[in-house]
């Protein structure tokens, strides 16, 4: 569990299923060293800032974010998992 804004989680894959999201965590993250969750909300939504129900999340830790993204991005590129999911966007930080 996160103990405080360095080890916060962020959501950086939503997809439709959790196969989807199961397959970017076992073929491109964990293979990186990247530590990755897969938050279900495919039954109710949790507050949150842009998060959508009827969904599952893949989440990674802060620091880790921009890399897990560019990683994802490239893997859909590549045909290694599907381009359905939603890979985020980080906003800069100041």
């Known amino acids: 569990m996160p103990q405080g804004p360095k080890d916060e989680l962020i959501e950086v894959l939503r997809c439709t299923d959790q196969a989807e999201a199961q ?5 491109v993250l964990e293979p990186a060293g990247i530590a990755a969750d897969i938050h279900n909300r495919s039954s109710h939504a ?3 800032p842009a998060s959508m129900s009827g969904a599952f999340f893949v989440a990674v830790p802060r620091a880790r974010a921009q890399e897990a993204i560019e990683m994802l ?17 980080l906003a800069e930080e100041k």
């Not at 397959?23 to 073929?27: F, G, N, Q, R, Y």
């Not at 893997?75 to 985020?88: L, N, P």
Request: aromatic share 4%; proline share 4%.
């Open 73 to 89: 991005n490239e893997a859909q590129e590549e045909g290694i998992i599907s381009d359905d999911g939603e890979v985020a966007e």
């Open 23 to 27: 397959m970017a965590v076992d073929e």
């Open 46 to 48: 949790f507050p949150a």
